[in-house]
């Protein structure tokens, strides 16, 4: 059904409008006297001033490995993120540890591990969907490269992003 | 040798001299005001705009150099540089001859026009104006209306739809509106009785600014009746010239939210930066016309002239050239205050509707321009000088 936008009745000076464009020009006025003089504050100088401290806990940024507090990597390369991946970032080469390894029954682990951080798009599925809470977005937001190669970031970068994280990990666990 | 002391000689010299000295003025202040205009939008929209290529560290190659005030002022020569060295790229699908030509007309008509601006005085006994023509405001229409041109040419020889809308909104927004800026000068021209800029500023020397009639120290009966002719011509006008120059809340044919740019969407490089130029110089020629007409010029009370007359006796110790100056000074001065007021209003009001352009343009400042024609001439018949 049509339907009428009822149009607002206008006083003769607000009919006039020259009125209503000085009523305009002493807003703006004002803001730019508020902006002169320092009174608004909404400004942060980014590259030097950096909002890191007020990140949110759950704040999704790159996605990087992270090793236990033992120096040993988490990931069993069990694939799951590479398959879950939206954009398909994630690449994994998985290797099989040797026969005479102490830690054999976890079976696999990442020989490769690339994130094509070109595609990457924080989803954080990857994270959610790991079983060995090995992959983490972290809160690093400014990836930066001068070419598409070093947007990717293989598996030495992702450790180094990622760092240690402390906690039960199942594989490890030689009684399981 | 004798041949260069000879009068011809003396007026090519110094019209190439005057030349050279308004067009680099100009032209340096359409950077600056780029560049203000950049900082003041920000400003009023709490942001603070480009504030880091800044003299002397950014050259250098320092970085942590940002500062409320002083950076950013390198920022013009960055933005010319950038233009300067951007890809030149001619779309296949324009019309070459006209794509080509286009830009040079735009502000090649708005530079001619520059010609008769009186912008200063007099400097060591010659007057501060490159062409002393007698038919200054109707010179200034003709040029400035051939700019147009050079939308209109941009916008049909692109061969893509925006810019013709574009190209077509600006023909028919300047037809609507010359109307009007010339008409609501005539006034002026009945009170004065003369085309000539330089003695119209003349004459506002000596009875004070029209816009501000009590500059000269006095007022009386008459001139406050002329006062609101002249204040009506003045508003119609300065708001012709915000059409006439494409500026908001006039910029139809450059619509950067519908017409993604208008005219200029198929420019690049330093063909865009020639009608970006044009576009700025066209605002100054239009401020100095506003300046000369109402505002008195090149004069400020209390200042001697180039020939060290006039104004306070106390100030005629110092040498008339320097007052020379400090006149082109002012005159810069007025226009650059007139800038700033140009860039507030493009960022307070938001842009008109083409109907509703058109209706301001044929039913109200024709009509106000020609009635305000009928009270001056009777005004002035009434009163004669």
Known sequence: ?176 | MDALYSIDWYLILTSLAKTVVVLGIVLFMVSYTVYAERRVSALIQDRLGPNRVGFPLTLIGAKKDFSPILGGLGQPIADAVKLLLKEDFTPAHVNKFYYWIAPALGIGSVIVSLAVIPFGSSFLGDKMVIANVNIGPLFIFAFSSLGVYGIVLAGWSSNSKYPFLGGIRSSSQMISYELALGLSVIPLFIILGTLNLSDIVDYQVRNGWLLIPFTNGHLDFRKILLWGPIAISFVVFTISMFAETNRLPFDMPECETELVGGYHTEYSSMKFALFFLGEYAAMIAGSSLIVTLFLGGWHCPFIPDGTGAGGWEALHVIPAWIWGLVNIGVFFGKVGLLLLFFIWVRWTLPRFRYDQLMRLGWIFFFEIALVNVFITAFIVALLPN
């Open chain 1, 1 to 176: 059904m049509a339907y009428t936008v009822p149009r607002p009745k206008l006083t003769f000076w607000e009919k006039l409008y020259l009125p209503q464009v000085v009523g305009g020009l002493v807003i703006t006025w004002g803001h730019l006297v508020k902006m002169l003089s320092g009174k608004t504050k909404v400004i942060m100088q980014y590259p030097e001033e950096k909002w890191d401290a007020s990140m949110p806990p759950y704040y999704r940024g790159a996605p990087a490995l992270v090793k236990d507090e033992k120096g040993r990597e988490r990931c069993v390369a069990c694939q799951l993120c590479e398959f879950i991946c939206p954009p398909r970032a994630i690449r994994i080469l998985p290797g099989e540890l040797p026969a005479d390894s102490k830690w054999v029954k976890v079976e696999k682990f990442p020989r490769e591990f690339d994130i094509d951080m070109t595609r990457c798009i924080y989803c954080g599925m990857c994270e959610e969907v790991c079983p060995e809470q090995a992959i983490f977005l972290r809160k690093d937001y400014a990836i930066t490269g001068f070419s598409r190669d070093q947007m990717v970031h293989d598996k030495t970068k992702l450790y180094e992003i990622g760092g240690t994280l402390e906690g039960l990990v199942f594989k490890w666990n030689p009684l399981k």
